[in-house]
């Protein structure tokens, strides 16, 4: 079974397990809560009807009244700040469903503009999160650099626990201002943060919807619409780099078989495999001869082998993919970690260099590459990466953007 059905199948086990286990607490934590809550709401329906002597129609008839009352608490809904509010509600998939649309055009047109806002609004955070990220690990490199520390890329560690702090500074500090401004706790401040920049949005808090905020508390209206919109930036930036790298295995999988099959057969028409050897007793250090299923010294093996090698190079330097998770080891990081035998023809002038006694004369007319062992660095071009015996890393080296 291919790796990508294997993956996708234990994430989907994973996931309904997760959720087993989710309702098993969730049920264990909640349900007695709630049958004590409804026990004493109907106690007080009761008390309720005796007082006020009210058949239990008339009792549902002011229920309904007082349910219909609740959205217009805040004052009108439906002016610019309001629609802007509930607007942002839509396109982010909060939707608090503190208002909603009651006629048949409002809601025609709500479908269609979250139709068209939410897959605008996915991509704009994506590429804001990615934009951050960047700056980030410049940020982090410039301050490794003036701190003096012997390495100073920026790893992968390094952005992940800056992304974490970011995000809980970001919650600490929505949570202080919304419990000066609503009167809640800072756990239930925080709780509100929480649900909304993670675009759960229960509705069991919502903001701005005290005493006509939105017409009447412009400066705090101001602050919560800038404050949602720049927080989901940040949760984004961090689910960017933590999250959405894993969901684009599958597609990198797919695109590395996808290189190695078209390396398979475009090596199976050029006359097989490439092998290139160095006689240990001779003084030069140029390959005595490359060799494999037929001789391929002349232009068309070298170039297959050419043209073989630049697949793979070109899948290592530039593969690319949704996930904006940044190569964290740069490339100068890569070059003297692992030797470079790409010919310079097959590479920019950049990334070829000279690895002294390990590689004196890495450059043949014919295409071949060779380390200075008895057995070739490269023993077969026709597998692809997983046949660079000497390189095994290379392939976790991958670069993607």
Request: overall charge positive; aromatic content about 10%; proline content about 2%.
């Amino acid at each position: 079974m291919k790796r990508q059905n294997v993956r996708t199948l234990a994430l989907i086990v994973c996931t309904f397990t997760y959720l087993i286990v989710g309702a098993a607490i969730f049920g264990a934590l909640e349900s007695q809560k709630e049958t004590t809550h409804r026990t004493n709401l109907d106690l007080r329906k009761k008390e309720l009807l005796q007082t006020f002597n009210l058949s239990a129609e008339e009792f549902d008839e002011l229920e309904k009244v007082v349910l219909q009352l609740k959205p217009h608490k805040a004052g009108v809904q439906w002016r610019f700040t309001g629609s802007f509010y509930f607007a942002i509600t839509v396109i982010t998939t909060i939707g608090y469903g503190h208002a909603a649309p009651s006629t048949d055009r409002g809601k025609v047109f709500c479908m269609l503009y979250a139709l068209l806002g939410i897959p605008l609004t996915l991509v704009m955070f994506q590429s804001v999160g990615e934009r951050i990220n960047t700056f980030v690990r410049c940020l982090l490199h410039r301050l490794k650099k003036c701190l003096g520390l012997r390495r100073t890329e920026v790893s992968m560690v390094n952005m992940v626990t800056f992304g974490f702090i970011s995000c809980m500074s970001t919650l600490c500090v929505g949570a202080m201002a919304f419990s000066h401004f609503e009167g809640w706790s800072f756990y239930h401040a925080f709780y509100y943060c929480f649900i909304t920049l993670t675009t759960i949005g229960f509705g069991d808090y919502v903001a701005l919807q005290n005493e006509n905020a939105l017409q009447t508390e412009l400066e705090y209206v101001a602050f919560s619409f800038i404050y949602i919109l720049t927080g989901l930036a940040v949760i984004g930036a961090f689910l960017n780099l933590a999250v959405l790298r894993f969901m684009t295995m599958n597609a990198e999988d797919e695109k590395r078989d996808a290189e190695q099959r078209a390396l398979l057969a475009h090596n199976g028409q050029a006359g097989g495999h490439v092998h290139c050897s160095v006689d240990p007793a001779s003084s030069s250090s140029t390959p005595s001869g490359c060799g494999g299923g037929g001789v391929v010294g002349s232009n068309g093996g070298g170039g297959a082998a050419s043209r073989g090698l630049r697949n793979v190079y070109a899948e290592v330097l530039h593969f690319q993919s949704m996930c904006s998770c940044l190569w964290y080891k740069s490339r100068e990081k890569l070059q003297y970690s692992i030797p470079m035998i790409i010919p310079r023809d097959l590479s920019t002038s950049d990334t070829y260099m000279e690895q002294g006694e390990a590689f004196s004369n890495p450059l043949h007319s014919n295409g071949c590459v060779c380390g200075l062992q008895h057995h070739s660095g490269i023993s077969s071009v026709s597998t692809g990466l997983h046949s660079i015996n000497t390189y095994r890393r290379l392939s976790k080296r991958r670069s993607s953007i």
